[in-house]
């Protein structure tokens, strides 16, 4: 009989970096920080760094979250990668 393993990698609390992507419109980043807020209540806004595409039509977000369990993070990615502004999240 095999021992039951721990199906994450991540030692929760820590700081785990998204990644999301978007057209570079008003109002893209507003509502991702407003979503992380959510999810990381301790969240300051020097944790997101942000990088415009080479043509500019496109924001690539990281928001460096501080994760306190799978759920958290699993929820986060489903609210992320729903949003009708989000292209990817990585």
Not at 46 to 51: F, I, K, Q, V
Not at 52 to 58: A, E, H
Request: glycine share 6%.
């Amino acid at each position: 009989m095999q021992e039951p393993t721990n199906d994450s990698l991540i030692e929760y609390p820590c700081d785990f970096p998204i990644k999301v992507m978007g057209e570079h419109v008003d109002g893209f980043v507003a509502a991702m920080l407003s979503i992380v807020r959510n999810f990381d209540p301790d969240w300051d806004d020097s944790r997101m760094t942000r990088r415009s595409s080479s043509g500019g039509k496109y924001l690539g977000l990281t928001l460096t979250v501080r994760a306190t369990s799978r759920e958290q993070l699993d929820e986060l990615y489903r609210t992320l990668s729903t949003h009708p502004m989000v292209k990817v999240v990585l």
